[in-house]
């Protein structure tokens, strides 16, 4: 599976989480379509034609919850482009590490310094967070479970480069780390969507109903060949 299909598997596991839509339903292949147009609309006038697809095919419409869905896709799929093309070799030979840092002002609901080290990341000096690129860490501080921003919904956390030269002089290590079972900079990806039990959908509907945004759907990066 290619980059394009890879993104495309992203895009239908936030509509399916984020708008409650199953496989067959009509909406979900036109919001699909809405977001992925090549020359994609702006945010209002998705927002507007989503609204449309869902009351065209019998669904109500959660405002909050469509903004999430165009949000949280647009960052994804720039995240994953970002991500694919620092992955190369000669990108990571400059940079072979990425430091978490604050992109966004919004009101963080997780405290990222605690997760970091409840996942095995090391912090350096006044509290940097740095990993190399192709460390696991990645994986376990997202909600989506995939090595790149955004790491949880709502969240406003995202990565910047770090040179070789800074790495090892804040004692890193430039070499980086494989793990096992996953082949980063592969030219040919793929992203597969667990299946969902029905509790799992409970709790996610139950997690919307009350106001609450946080979800964990994981996500594998493989190589085709695998």
């Known amino acids: 599976m290619n980059v394009s299909a890879a993104k495309e ?3 239908y596991t936030i509509i399916d989480v984020l708008l409650c839509l199953e496989p067959q339903d009509k909406a979900r292949q036109q919001i699909f379509q809405i977001l992925s ?4 609309p702006n945010t209002a006038t998705a927002r507007l034609m989503i609204k449309d697809a869902l009351r065209d095919n019998g669904h109500a419409v959660d405002h909050e919850r469509i903004q999430m869905c165009i949000d949280t896709f647009r ?3 720039h995240g994953f482009a970002q991500w694919f093309h620092e992955s190369s070799e000669e990108a990571k030979e400059q940079y072979p590490a990425l430091e978490l840092i604050r992109c966004y002002e919004m009101e963080e609901t997780v ?4 997760k970091w ?3 095995g990341g090391r912090i350096y000096s006044n509290d940097r967070m740095i990993a190399p690129m192709d460390d696991p860490i990645w994986l376990k501080i997202s ?6 921003p955004p790491f949880a919904l709502n969240s406003g956390m995202g990565w910047e480069e770090v040179t070789a030269e800074d790495f090892a002089a804040l004692g890193g290590n430039p070499d980086g780390v494989v793990p096992s079972g996953l082949e980063f900079g592969s030219g040919e990806v793929t992203v597969k969507k667990s299946r969902l039990d029905a509790d799992v959908w409970a709790a996610l509907r139950k997690e919307f109903q009350t106001g609450q945004s946080h979800f964990s759907v994981k996500l594998g990066v493989v190589n085709d060949e695998q």
Request: net charge negative.
């Open 37 to 40: 147009q090549e020359n994609s």
């Open 117 to 119: 080290q409840a996942c």
């Open 143 to 148: 909600d989506f479970g995939l090595p790149f």
């Open 75 to 77: 960052r994804l799929t």
């Open 9 to 11: 598997q992203i895009a």
């Open 111 to 114: 405290n990222w310094i605690e």
